[in-house]
């Protein structure tokens, strides 16, 4: 079945920029919105905006350059926009300070794994212990894993100074700052039948039956919505620092190299949501041992931290 995507663009441009290299003066347009759904299995729209200005200053020999774009993407009619739609930023075209596709906003995404019973000495207690060939007691767990989901809306503005030194070569001082939040939550849902599998799953393992099956298991009841971490939806980044910019005409194709530093930026800790509960384990201390231990595991405090500096090389323009 897949994910076959038909859309059309209408758009609208204008620009009076003198130069498609390195531009000194004018000004550019551009407006579209993409809209899926004529045909294929997608529906989603997505207006995109973008506008640049050049100032020259001192006499034409410097330029004063400004860009904006913002996009916001959304299904509509029951439906979400597919996942590798999504917006990331972080890179040479837009946040130079970020590595390339790295700002996100960060969510859980619920899911389920197994864990061996243990003795606290470490050994495995076997399911059946006159038969340890029928191997380990094993625990069927609810987790939480974490996940980079992308955003919904982004926003970017760039701020350049390009000082000509001599012929192509040029030096500017630039400053980036952008935000990719999740405004729509509801667009973040869980695919159906993944849903259903979790939900229908038994969990846990307190006791065994006489044919070594699992009795006392429990059932969770997910949310179709992944968990969002506040504090990374809502995180402004900024990067401002000092470029290199040539132009090659030996591969035609400006080469750059730039160090950055990122004011703003995602510092931050987050732990793990935990649906793992002690009553899902055997009474006793391997019980509580296993308990114990799949929290360290699978509830893990994560450190989100953005560099501080970058310094990269590039064959690429911002705009």
Same mark, same amino acid.
């Given at each position: 079945?897949?994910?076959?995507?038909?859309?059309?663009?209408?758009?609208?441009?204008?620009?009076?920029?003198?130069?498609?290299?390195?531009?000194?003066?004018?000004?550019? !347009?551009?407006? /579209?919105?993409? &809209? *899926?759904?004529?045909?294929?299995?997608?529906?989603? %729209?997505? +207006? @995109?905006?973008?506008?640049?200005?050049?100032?020259?200053?001192?006499?034409?020999?410097?330029?004063?350059?400004?860009?904006?774009?913002?996009?916001?993407?959304?299904?509509?009619?029951?439906?979400?926009?597919p996942p590798f739609?999504?917006?990331?930023?972080?890179?040479?075209?837009?946040?130079?300070?970020?590595?390339?596709?790295?700002?996100?906003?960060?969510?859980?995404?619920?899911?389920?794994?197994?864990?061996?019973?243990?003795?606290?000495?470490?050994?495995?207690?076997?399911?059946?212990?006159?038969?340890?060939?029928?191997?380990?007691?094993?625990?069927?767990?609810?987790?939480?894993?974490?996940?980079?989901?992308?955003?919904?809306?982004?926003?970017?503005?760039?701020?350049?100074?390009? !000082?000509?030194? /001599?012929?192509? &070569? *040029?030096?500017?001082?630039?400053?980036?700052?952008? %935000?990719? +939040? @999740?405004?729509?939550?509801s667009q973040l849902?869980?695919?159906?039948?993944?849903?259903?599998?979790?939900?229908?799953?038994?969990?846990?393992?307190?006791?065994?039956?006489?044919?070594?099956?699992?009795?006392?298991?429990?059932?969770?009841?997910?949310?179709?919505?992944?968990?969002?971490?506040?504090?990374?939806?809502?995180?402004?980044?900024?990067?401002?620092?000092?470029?290199?910019?040539?132009?090659?005409?030996?591969?035609?194709?400006?080469?750059?190299?730039?160090?950055?530093?990122?004011?703003?930026?995602?510092?931050?800790?987050?732990?793990?949501?935990?649906?793992?509960?002690?009553?899902?384990?055997?009474?006793?201390?391997?019980?509580?041992?296993?308990?114990?231990?799949?929290?360290?595991?699978?509830?893990?405090?994560?450190?989100?931290?953005?560099?501080?500096?970058?310094?990269?090389?590039?064959v690429a323009t911002?705009?």
């Amino acid at each position: 079945n897949g994910i076959i995507t038909s859309k059309v663009t209408p758009s609208y441009s204008k620009s009076t920029v003198d130069a498609a290299y390195a531009p000194h003066s004018g000004s550019s !347009i551009f407006a /579209a919105t993409e &809209v *899926a759904g004529l045909g294929g299995t997608v529906r989603s %729209i997505r +207006p @995109i905006f973008q506008y640049k200005r050049f100032f020259p200053v001192q006499n034409r020999r410097n330029t004063v350059g400004f860009h904006v774009q913002g996009s916001f993407l959304t299904g509509y009619g029951g439906e979400v926009a597919p996942p590798f739609e999504r917006t990331y930023l972080g890179g040479d075209n837009d946040l130079r300070g970020f590595d390339i596709r790295s700002v996100s906003p960060v969510a859980f995404l619920p899911s389920n794994a197994s864990i061996q019973l243990r003795n606290p000495d470490g050994t495995v207690v076997p399911r059946d212990p006159s038969n340890p060939l029928r191997g380990a007691y094993t625990i069927p767990i609810p987790i939480e894993r974490i996940v980079f989901p992308g955003g919904d809306t982004s926003l970017v503005s760039n701020l350049e100074y390009r !000082i000509t030194i /001599a012929g192509p &070569v *040029a030096l500017a001082p630039f400053v980036d700052l952008g %935000i990719n +939040p @999740i405004l729509r939550n509801s667009q973040l849902r869980i695919n159906f039948g993944q849903l259903a599998a979790l939900n229908s799953t038994p969990f846990g393992c307190p006791t065994l039956d006489f044919a070594l099956n699992c009795t006392g298991t429990q059932f969770e009841n997910f949310s179709d919505i992944l968990k969002i971490v506040d504090a990374t939806n809502f995180q402004p980044r900024m990067s401002t620092g000092l470029e290199l910019q040539v132009f090659l005409p030996v591969i035609n194709a400006p080469f750059r190299v730039y160090w950055a530093y990122n004011p703003l930026r995602l510092d931050t800790t987050t732990t793990t949501p935990i649906p793992i509960t002690r009553s899902m384990f055997p009474a006793g201390a391997a019980g509580d041992y296993t308990y114990q231990n799949a929290i360290a595991v699978y509830s893990p405090t994560y450190l989100l931290r953005e560099p501080l500096k970058t310094f990269r090389f590039s064959v690429a323009t911002t705009f």
